[in-house]
């Protein structure tokens, strides 16, 4: 399937289901708060199989992620991964790289159906990575559930961080991911929301230069690269003078890459308790799948028509030539503003017909617990 021909006004490109927000670490990023016990109103494995049922009615071949906390905290996430795979989704899974992920585990994900694996390295070495997720141990961990899924043959993707904590990891991190063979690097730009509060995002300027040099990375790197939560990327490629997309390399999974989707387009979120959201980081519901279908819920909302369409848009995003290729991110715009239409504070780029107010690039804890 070419994720380029999806209509992301009728399916997300990437649907993520938070299994439970139960987990064993206490990352400083965490956007679930992530919790030590798993919630007891928790979606139930046959109301799973249901939501699941549901989402096979975007089309045969949706993409399902089970995230977290960690999914693998569950039981069933096996037996929900099988149940997916038979009725026609890819399944992927975003693991928290505990001990939980032995090489048994995997094996036996893998034979159920899993297409993709994707772990997450925020540090270049094991003091810097162990810091950041707060737990002793977790890099070797995450090193060796990266070779057990390579020697399950199961295609890997790293997912990473970017704040002012990691910014001058990402050239180790780079080396890291072309070693392990990984197919793809998922750079996360940082949105201030759950426990990443108290983290500090990057300036915009600095972010400019990151996108460039990520531009290059993608075509000098073995793996795939693409960013979460900073559509501008796509921007930064034009400018570039390349084109849009990054180098096309055949994906062993399947799983194409699509840039320039953003919250509530080509994107939801269903959390631990069925909400749905436009995305993990834009903490606004528009519906819940134990008494609505996620498919009215994606195509129909309010919510997330409004956040298909690039001239509901304010600020500088609102007038900005860019905005029906990129748009910027929605949920770092409600962060900083608690309007998803806003501007997006991370791009540093001024359309040249505005003449209004620029949003305000700077950002303390205190502020942002408001925007729950
Ligand atoms: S101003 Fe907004 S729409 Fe334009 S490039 Fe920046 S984030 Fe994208």
Same mark, same amino acid.
């Given at each position: 399937?070419?994720?380029?021909?999806? +209509?992301?006004? *009728?399916?997300?490109?990437?649907?993520?289901? &938070?299994?439970?927000?139960? =987990? &064993?670490?206490? =990352?400083?990023? =965490?956007?679930?708060?992530? *919790?030590?016990?798993?919630?007891?109103?928790?979606?139930?494995?046959?109301? $799973?199989?249901?939501?699941?049922?549901?989402?096979?009615?975007?089309?045969?071949?949706?993409?399902?992620?089970?995230?977290?906390? +960690?999914?693998?905290?569950?039981? +069933?996430?096996?037996?929900?991964?099988?149940?997916?795979?038979?009725? $026609?989704?890819?399944?992927?899974?975003?693991?928290?790289?505990?001990?939980?992920?032995?090489?048994?585990?995997?094996?036996?994900?893998?034979?159920?159906?899993?297409?993709?694996?994707?772990?997450?390295?925020?540090? $270049?070495?094991?003091?810097?990575?162990?810091?950041? %997720?707060?737990?002793?141990?977790?890099?070797?961990?995450?090193?060796?559930?990266?070779?057990?899924?390579?020697?399950?043959?199961?295609?890997?993707?790293?997912?990473?961080?970017?704040?002012?904590?990691?910014?001058?990891?990402?050239?180790?991190? %780079?080396?890291?991911?072309? +070693?392990?063979?990984?197919?793809?690097?998922?750079?996360?730009?940082?949105?201030?929301?759950?426990?990443?509060?108290?983290?500090?995002?990057?300036?915009?300027?600095?972010?400019?230069?990151?996108?460039?040099?990520?531009?290059?990375?993608?075509?000098?790197?073995?793996?795939?690269?693409?960013?979460?939560?900073?559509?501008?990327?796509?921007?930064?490629?034009?400018?570039?003078?390349?084109?849009? /997309?990054?180098?096309?390399?055949?994906?062993? /999974?399947?799983?194409?890459?699509?840039?320039?989707?953003?919250?509530?387009?080509?994107?939801?979120?269903?959390?631990?308790?069925?909400?749905?959201?436009?995305?993990?980081?834009?903490?606004?519901?528009?519906?819940?799948?134990?008494? &609505?279908?996620?498919?009215?819920?994606?195509?129909?909302?309010?919510?997330?028509?409004?956040?298909? /369409?690039?001239?509901?848009?304010?600020?500088?995003?609102?007038?900005?030539?860019?905005?029906?290729?990129?748009?910027?991110?929605?949920?770092?715009?409600?962060?900083?503003?608690?309007?998803?239409? &806003?501007?997006?504070?991370? =791009?540093?780029?001024?359309?040249?017909?505005?003449?209004?107010?620029?949003?305000?690039?700077?950002?303390?804890?205190?502020?942002?617990?408001?925007?729950?």
């Amino acid at each position: 399937m070419n994720p380029r021909e999806i +209509d992301t006004t *009728q399916r997300p490109f990437v649907l993520i289901w &938070e299994l439970t927000q139960a =987990c &064993e670490l206490a =990352c400083k990023h =965490c956007r679930a708060d992530a *919790q030590s016990r798993r919630h007891p109103d928790e979606l139930t494995t046959s109301e $799973g199989k249901q939501f699941l049922d549901e989402v096979r009615r975007f089309d045969n071949g949706q993409l399902v992620v089970l995230s977290g906390g +960690d999914p693998l905290a569950r039981n +069933d996430a096996t037996e929900l991964i099988d149940y997916g795979t038979d009725i $026609g989704l890819r399944m992927t899974l975003t693991p928290s790289g505990t001990t939980s992920l032995t090489p048994e585990r995997i094996q036996g994900l893998t034979d159920a159906g899993l297409r993709r694996m994707a772990l997450s390295i925020d540090g $270049g070495t094991a003091v810097t990575h162990d810091d950041f %997720r707060q737990e002793q141990g977790s890099f070797e961990q995450t090193m060796r559930a990266a070779r057990a899924t390579q020697a399950a043959d199961l295609p890997l993707q790293i997912n990473t961080t970017v704040c002012a904590e990691t910014v001058d990891e990402l050239p180790a991190i %780079r080396d890291l991911v072309a +070693d392990l063979g990984a197919v793809l690097w998922s750079v996360f730009f940082l949105v201030p929301v759950g426990r990443g509060r108290v983290l500090d995002p990057i300036a915009p300027e600095r972010a400019e230069r990151v996108m460039k040099w990520l531009y290059d990375v993608a075509h000098s790197a073995p793996f795939g690269v693409k960013t979460t939560e900073a559509p501008h990327y796509r921007r930064v490629t034009i400018e570039q003078g390349r084109g849009i /997309d990054s180098p096309k390399r055949p994906s062993p /999974d399947g799983i194409g890459r699509r840039m320039g989707i953003t919250a509530g387009n080509g994107f939801a979120f269903v959390s631990h308790l069925g909400d749905v959201y436009p995305s993990g980081f834009l903490p606004q519901p528009a519906g819940n799948v134990l008494n &609505e279908s996620i498919v009215d819920i994606y195509r129909g909302s309010d919510l997330f028509r409004s956040l298909r /369409d690039p001239d509901a848009l304010r600020g500088k995003c609102g007038v900005c030539e860019y905005r029906y290729v990129c748009g910027g991110s929605r949920s770092r715009a409600f962060a900083y503003t608690r309007d998803p239409l &806003e501007s997006d504070p991370l =791009c540093a780029y001024v359309p040249g017909e505005y003449n209004g107010p620029l949003p305000k690039q700077s950002f303390t804890p205190d502020e942002a617990s408001s925007a729950d």
